[in-house]
């Protein structure tokens, strides 16, 4: 999968590229990741990218230009096809699902906005997304494209080893993983779980499973409403 990032923060996408399952992907070429200062392509000497609001009142608003040809650059590279999808808190929420869907793509190219945000009009003439990371506001879209980055990236075949394969994640079969637990067998008075030291798989499978449909029960009932239980989740529920 290739993304290009427009940020007027370039080193803060390190983060992701040098570290991490992100930055493994990097490594083994499962994910090209390239992000394109809009400041390379401005044209006045004090290398502008924003300006004040028109109607005034506080902050400043990213110019157009510097931006379009950015995007423009990026999709010189990427291709037509590729969508340009902004970070805004007034975008489609991602979840589990959209992140499985995004995973799927070849390609995009992820518009951070700062400041205000963006000038309305470079967002209809270049953008034909918008994402939100959830209902708050970041102080740029950054830290909202690394989120949507690496979940897309935990999603790519070969991206995660045996050792953190997502199967049991939470939502992946819809429901909420269960606790996990690593030596010293006792902790403060507090004991693993026995059937954890048992080496019965079938038996730790299963408890596994109780684990995780009692948590989503406690803490996340709407995600059991939207599931159809089989007989066995069915039966352990009601254990
Ligand atoms: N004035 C804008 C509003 O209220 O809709 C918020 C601007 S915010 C300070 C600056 C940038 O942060 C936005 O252009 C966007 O790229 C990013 N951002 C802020 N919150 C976000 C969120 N929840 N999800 C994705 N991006 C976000």
Known sequence: MRIDVISLFPPMFEAISAHGITGRAVKNGLLTLRV????????????????????????????????????????????????????????????????????????????????????????????????????????GGELAAMVLIDAVTRQLPGALGDEDSAQQDSFVEGLLDCEHYTRPEEYAGRKVPEVLLSGDHEKIRRWRLKRSLGRTWLRRPDLLERLTLNQEQKQLLEE
């Not at 995009?108 to 939100?132: C, F, N, P, T």
């Open 36 to 139: 394109w200062n809009p400041r390379d392509y401005t044209e006045d000497k004090h290398r502008s990218v924003d300006d004040r609001p028109y109607g005034g009142g506080p902050g400043m608003v990213m110019m157009i230009e510097p931006l379009q040809r950015a995007i423009r650059a990026a999709r010189g590279e990427q291709g037509k096809a590729v969508k340009v999808m902004y970070l805004s808190p007034q975008g489609r929420q991602l979840d589990h699902a959209a992140v499985l869907e995004l995973s799927k793509r070849e390609g995009m190219i992820l518009l951070a906005g700062r400041y205000e945000g963006i000038d309305e009009r470079l967002l209809q003439a270049e953008v034909d997304e918008e994402w939100s990371i959830g209902d708050y506001v970041l102080s």
